[in-house]
Every structure is written in structure tokens, then in C-alpha cells.
T-cell receptor, first 112, second 116 residues
């Protein structure tokens, strides 16, 4: 069973607020990822990291930022949330090839 | 950019029926292929994968998938579904470029509902 945790699971906030979605894994994986998913749509990669102090933007442009100060922790931050940021955010990690991912349960964000 | 197509958005079957979910991708080079599953209320998890070798791969819970390179397809099959197979299924492709794996591209998913 994968040990990757996301908090909060659900978040409803007002426009303009700063939010941080937490993601932690206890497996010691070097690779971590953030995906964005809207209902009935593909998962889109928005950020990834191959190790501490290494972060890259994914295929989908996002106004969010990430940091990787510790191996086990990969938080995602939105400085000023807008309704267009309403979505589900999935965190994943891997210690193998790029495609073999362990996912968290997701954080569903609603911005009013 | 590569894309992954899952043409069936919602499939409804009765228990014991056979299942085939379609997956086609657009990348012309070498690929790694995956099927992920998300059961209700649970996280996404790997169902099966193809890297090389036998194009027919077997995964957990009796699922299998066949890679047909000429058709750019990686369809998921199960001979006899159970109510517990109700879930959303995602196909994913990992293009290999210059010997390195690039990031995963996911399809939009197929919701499978199995009626008891």
C-alpha cells in the first residue's frame, strides 16, 4: 500500500486567498509530481521534481508554485486563488520509471 | 504533442459480461504503456504496464491488455467482470525520446459501472 498523503482533501475558499496543498510521502521516493484533473478530463502534469531543490513545470501551464526542500514533502502553493483554479489536484511519487506512480487521494479545491 | 484517446467515456455492463476498453495514442516512437484504476473513494493505482516483450500483459484482478503497435492501441480486457470492478480506468502513455522516458500523458478516463 502506497504511503502518500495529501491535505486538505477538500477546500472551499474565496477569491484572492493564498492556499497551500500539502503532499507527503514516507517511501523515500526521489520523484514527485502534481497533476490537475477536472471531471471527465485527462490528468495534466503541472509540476514535477526529481529530487531535493529540483522542480520543473509540467505540460499544463499553472499559476501555482512548488518547492522541494525535503525528499518527503512537495507542497503546492497558489498565491492568489481564482475560480479558474477550481479543480482536483493529485500528488504522486515514484522511485522507478517515469510511468510507475503512487498517487495520493487528491485535494479538491473550490474557489468561490 | 502526444495524445491519448479513450473513446468510451462510460461503459455499463452486467456481471459476468466481457470487457474491452479502448485506448489509442498518437506518438509514433517507442512508448511505455499503462492502465491505472480508481475505485470509488480510493486513490489512483497501477493496474498493469507494458515496457517491452510480450505485447499481451497481465495485471491484477484478472485484467490484461494487448499492445498493437500498428494500431497505436493498448486496449484493456477482462473476460468476466464483477461488481467490484466498478471504477474509473485511465490509460497512460510514456514516450521514450533519445533513450529517456518523458512524462506520462493520460487519457480522459472511462467510467465502468458493473450492475449486480
Amino acid at each position: 500500500e502506497a504511503d502518500i498523503y495529501q491535505t486538505p482533501r477538500y477546500l472551499v475558499i474565496g477569491t484572492g486567498k493564498k492556499i497551500t496543498l500539502e503532499c507527503s510521502q514516507t517511501m523515500g521516493h526521489d520523484k514527485m509530481y502534481w497533476y490537475q484533473q477536472d471531471p471527465g478530463m485527462e490528468l495534466h502534469l503541472i509540476h514535477y521534481s526529481y529530487g531535493v531543490n529540483s522542480t520543473e513545470k509540467g505540460d499544463l501551464s499553472s499559476e501555482s508554485t512548488v518547492s522541494r526542500i525535503r525528499t518527503e514533502h512537495f507542497p503546492l502553493t497558489l498565491e492568489s486563488a481564482r475560480p479558474s483554479h477550481t479543480s482536483q489536484y493529485l500528488c504522486a511519487s515514484s522511485d522507478r520509471g517515469v510511468g510507475e506512480l503512487f498517487f495520493g487521494e487528491g485535494s479538491r479545491l473550490t474557489v468561490l | 504533442a502526444q495524445s491519448v484517446s479513450q473513446h468510451n467515456h462510460h461503459v455499463i455492463l452486467s456481471e459476468a459480461a466481457s470487457l474491452e476498453l479502448g485506448c489509442n495514442y498518437s506518438y509514433g516512437g517507442t512508448v511505455n504503456l499503462f492502465w491505472y484504476v480508481q475505485y470509488p473513494g480510493q486513490h489512483l493505482q497501477l493496474l498493469l504496464k507494458y515496457f517491452s516483450g510480450d505485447p499481451l500483459v497481465k495485471g491484477i484482478k484478472g485484467f490484461e491488455a494487448e499492445f498493437i503497435k500498428s494500431k497505436f492501441s493498448f486496449n484493456l480486457r477482462k473476460p468476466s467482470v464483477q461488481w467490484s470492478d466498478t471504477a474509473e480506468y485511465f490509460c497512460a502513455v510514456n514516450p521514450i525520446s533519445s533513450g529517456s522516458a518523458r512524462q506520462l500523458t493520460f487519457g480522459s478516463g472511462t467510467q465502468l459501472t458493473v450492475l449486480p
